[in-house]
């Protein structure tokens, strides 16, 4: 796993960009970006998925074949923050002794100083809807880290599901 120092520091525009992928971009523009992607998905001879593990990203595409989301690897990926707190590769465990983990707490008191709707999805994950953000938790070893899933603005909240396949809602790092 790579620690902070190891990691690329990518800005984050919520609903708009993750470092230099644009959402919207069509599926070339990102591997002109990215480099060759290592797997992807296939189905009915449109790409919906592909993942560049040099970097740490998976790129999710509509049907039209635009970059609809990201998701950044908990062990590999490059950091983003929001509000100056790191999001890839924390600990978001559960709470010992009544607390939550500092990343997740973080994570709440952001979404209440800037009057943004924090949400637990049905997967555990909490959520900032106005973002287009999910804060995966996916197990690496023995510690529940997380892997950030950006989305862009042309989804409504749920929308997701027809465009991101299920093995990310139990995939690993």
Do not use: N
């Amino acid at each position: 796993m790579k620690s902070d120092m190891e990691r690329d520091h990518w800005s984050w525009t919520p609903l708009v960009a993750v470092g230099m992928l644009e959402f919207g971009m069509r599926r070339s523009e990102v591997a002109a970006a990215l480099g060759r992607s290592t797997a992807g998905d296939d189905r009915l001879g449109a790409v919906r998925h592909e993942h560049f593990s040099r970097q740490g990203v998976s790129a999710y595409y509509t049907t039209a074949g635009h970059l609809a989301a990201v998701a950044l690897s908990a062990v590999t990926g490059p950091q983003i923050t929001l509000g100056g707190i790191p999001l890839v590769g924390q600990p978001v465990g559960e709470p010992t002794g009544g607390l939550w983990p500092p990343t997740l707490e973080h994570f709440h008191d952001y979404a209440e100083q800037h009057d943004v709707k924090a949400a637990w999805l049905p997967s555990g994950d909490p959520a900032l809807q106005q973002y287009g953000l999910v804060l995966r938790r996916v197990m690496v070893g023995d510690v529940v880290l997380s892997r950030p899933l950006l989305m862009y603005s042309g989804w409504t909240w749920g929308q997701w599901e027809e465009f991101i396949p299920d093995e990310e809602w139990i995939a690993g790092p």
